[in-house]
């Protein structure tokens, strides 16, 4: 429809956008309309080069290994139907701030930050479990040496007498 100020304005079902494929929109004939959606489908598409909402972040890794690790995501993004484009990878291993044990890995909208974080919060809570162990076990092995401390003492106060009473016989 076309108003008398010459603005386009259209009635559009935001749920008939979810169902149209961006691939059959014919953009030989200059559709702005049509050149829009399939920049704003690229722009949230995280599988896409131009993907506009991805950041990437660095896992460590064992040294040596952060440039198989990067070969790995690339191929499975590639096997997936895309992922960063190449200056995209390169830019994130020149900002790498620790080439040896460090790799990036892309990561996608806030979805792909929260499934991370939450990843992290469990890994952490782990680490805690793991360190409270390791507190329990260092204070049996405190108790233990002083333990033995008394006894090494009591044994040596013995030993002397003995020695004392060899000496005096």
Not at 29 to 35: E, H, K, L, Q
Not at 100 to 122: L, W
């Amino acid at each position: 429809q076309s108003t008398g100020g010459g603005a386009a304005t259209a009635n559009i079902d935001p749920n008939a956008l979810r169902a149209v494929d961006l691939t059959l929109i014919d953009n030989s004939r200059g559709s702005v309309t049509g050149r829009y959606l399939v920049e704003l489908e690229h722009a949230f598409n995280a599988v896409h080069p131009t993907c506009k909402f991805r950041s990437f972040v660095y896992n460590m890794c064992t040294e040596g290994q952060a440039a198989s690790s990067i070969s790995r995501d690339r191929y499975s993004m590639q096997l997936a139907g895309g992922g960063p484009a190449e200056q995209d990878w390169i830019l994130a291993q020149k900002n790498n701030p620790d080439k040896q044990h460090m790799a990036p890995h892309p990561i996608h909208f806030m979805s792909g930050m929260t499934k991370r974080v939450s990843k992290q919060v469990e890994h952490i809570e782990l680490l805690h479990k793991h360190v409270d162990t390791i507190d329990d076990k260092l204070a049996l092995l405190n108790r233990l040496n002083k333990d033995n401390e008394a006894s090494f003492r009591a044994l040596a106060h013995d030993n002397n007498l003995v020695e004392r009473k060899i000496l005096l016989a």
